[in-house]
């Protein structure tokens, strides 16, 4: 876990203004216009759903923006169901065939990739410059075809580094007008947080599963109520035990991840910190189970609220000069159909 | 005449300027950069109006003004003639300012949710199983039978220990249960099976390939051989009525639609989302129950079997100690699962 650095003068905070109960109404509207249009909506909701989380984060006075187009959200998503219709159709047929589709859509899962960041990225501005994504296909052969294979034949030992190349692969060959990010790879940090982050997964299993198991197996012993009330205290314990270490894991990674993501002289921070995205994490959890998901809209912007505003960005010489594009920018729409079985990654 | 403050960017530099806008009928000027620029408003674009948040006023040179000014945009909007504006901006402009009404009035949102919620309900509780019965129909039983090979093996090496029943018992059993499964269609490859489970009690389980399992709980809290027939053919409705395909269909696809509805799919609220669903699980499985005891019902009409031992053997079912009650997995129909409704079920066996 990094420790937060004072903040510098140089140094601005990402801002989130977005407010659960605005994102509850549109989240209301949305879920009731698709299931009334039997999904066809859910193209248009995924957009002003992520417009109004763009539209909500702003840095140094400017806010990002969404622009994708629903038409060709929904063509991509059109196509998913299609495939999807035949390869379940093939498997009534041959199993052979339904196979065969399989490997087939399996090749072309790194295009889609690339494609979907492409189209995902190009639609996202700031101080209305487009961001745009510059990976190709063979670096997405690589970072999610080859690698994981290598990975699996090496036991595992490879994973940080995939997890390493994956992120220098999305962040790394991403632009923003005519600045391109780069990803300063540190394979040593990455193994680091690794091991720790997987010692204390292992420390959590072991303390909660001997406490869980030794309290399960003593109620079975003696059936009391304040045994089997033990039992089922410890483990919850347990459970929390092993989320917590997890949240510590993915806390430690997503830092060190945009630690290493600069674009020019503009670095990165990420500054969140374990308690809290556990303490979120659990009582989102709550929320949501006891008002029947009614919660959700205030949960995701929570999350995000936290998420973003614990990102500082390090501008030397501001932000007002710095990013420039020699594209027109009225031609910078892209005409990709993306997004074929929801590939695309977020941060 | 509408004045609305913003930030011009010219899609070229980062660099913000802070302008004033200027609309009148027609035309929109932007006041504040070194030189004075105009457009006529049909170029102009409007980004729809999102809550509270900044939105964007896109101009046909590839510049773009922020704007917080939302109610200022909106009037200008208003005022516009759609004349004044392209007829495409005009009806995506009407579908937002559609969108902004609904969203900012808590009586719509108020009606909207309720008829969200009715439809859900209505799909999981309706829908859904009707769907999930005429699929299964249509897949061969071959389906059914994967879904249920390896499950004895793999309860072999886990709950369940060799039988301590007598052969005779057990040979007597085997004979009315091959006589009992040979009207069934072929398709369905029924097996009988004896095992002593501790941990389970008294309970009998039918996995989805037609292997019913038949606890030495069971037997030993059985007073009469029609007793045990009545329980083998409540499992077999279930095989036949093929409730383990069903179930997986509509657990899949009620688990598949709650992440299409509420947007996110990877994150721990989502998959709390997805608890309250298991609330229908437990009604869809009292709906099997039901419809395995009417196949038992039927079965014992057609054979002379008095149905009051079926209503026996619930009754002391019941009364057994509840805490013996066995976890219902996806794929497995055991006895106790349906406990709430165990009076009622009994009362349908003793009407006849
Ligand atoms: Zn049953």
Known sequence: MATPLPSTPDEIRLQFNGDGLDYFKIWIANTFLTLMTLGVYSAWAKVRKLRYLYRATELANASFDYHADPIKILKGRIVAVILLGVYSALGMVSEFAQIGMALLVMVFVPMLIVRGRRFHLRNTSYRHIRFDFHGTTAGAAAAYVGLPILASMTLGLLYPYVVMQRAKFLLGQSSIGDNRFAFAARTGAFYRTYFLGLFALAAAFVIGGSMAGGSIYWAEQEETDALAILAIACTAFALALIYLAWTYLQVSVTNLTLSCLRCGEITLRSTLRTLPMFWIGISNAMMVIFSFSLYLPWASIRLARYRIESIYVRAPQGLDAMISSTQDPSSAVSEEISELIGMEVGL | ?352
């Open chain 2, 1 to 352: 005449m509408i004045e609305i403050r913003g930030d011009y960017y010219d899609g070229h530099q980062s660099l913000r300027h802070p302008v004033v806008l200027r609309f009148d009928e027609s035309r929109v000027q932007i006041l504040g950069l070194e030189t004075e620029i105009s457009f006529a408003l049909s170029e102009v674009n409007f980004a729809d109006r999102l809550g509270d948040l900044p939105r964007s006023i896109d101009f046909p040179d590839g510049a773009s003004c922020e704007t917080h000014d939302n109610d200022a945009v909106d009037q200008v909007v208003a005022q516009l003639t759609s004349s004044a504006l392209g007829s495409a901006s005009s009806k995506k402009l009407f579908f937002g300012r559609v969108l902004h009404l609904v969203e900012s009035r808590w009586h719509y949102l108020a009606l909207l949710l309720l008829i969200t919620a009715a439809v859900v309900f209505g799909f999981v509780r309706y829908v859904v199983p009707v769907a999930a019965k005429d699929l299964a129909a249509a897949l061969p039983v071959s389906t059914d039978r994967k879904l249920g090979d390896g499950l004895l093996e793999s309860l072999d090496g886990t709950v369940m220990q060799p039988t301590k029943i007598t052969q005779a018992k057990r040979n007597r059993l085997h004979q009315r249960f091959a006589k009992m499964t040979a009207q069934v269609d072929p398709a369905f490859k029924f097996r009988l099976e004896f095992r002593a489970s501790p941990s389970m009690g008294a309970n009998a389980i039918a996995l989805p390939n037609g292997t019913i399992i038949v606890t030495d709980g069971l037997m030993q809290l059985s007073r009469h051989e029609d007793e045990v027939i009545a329980v083998l053919a409540h499992e077999i409705g279930h095989v036949v009525h093929r409730h383990g395909l069903r179930h997986a269909i509509q657990s899949s696809v009620v688990s598949l639609a709650v992440p299409l509805l509420t947007g996110d799919i990877f994150s721990v609220a989502t998959l709390a989302a997805g608890l309250p669903t298991a609330l229908l699980e437990a009604k869809y499985s009292r709906d099997f129950e039901t419809e395995a005891d009417q196949y038992a019902l039927n079965f014992m009409r057609s054979h002379q079997l008095n149905p009051r031992h079926f209503a026996n053997i619930l009754q002391r079912l019941s009364a057994g100690p509840e805490d013996e009650k066995p976890e219902p997995t996806a794929r497995v129909f055991s006895y106790l699962e349906s406990h709430p409704e165990t009076q009622i079920r009994i009362v349908r066996f003793l009407r006849e």
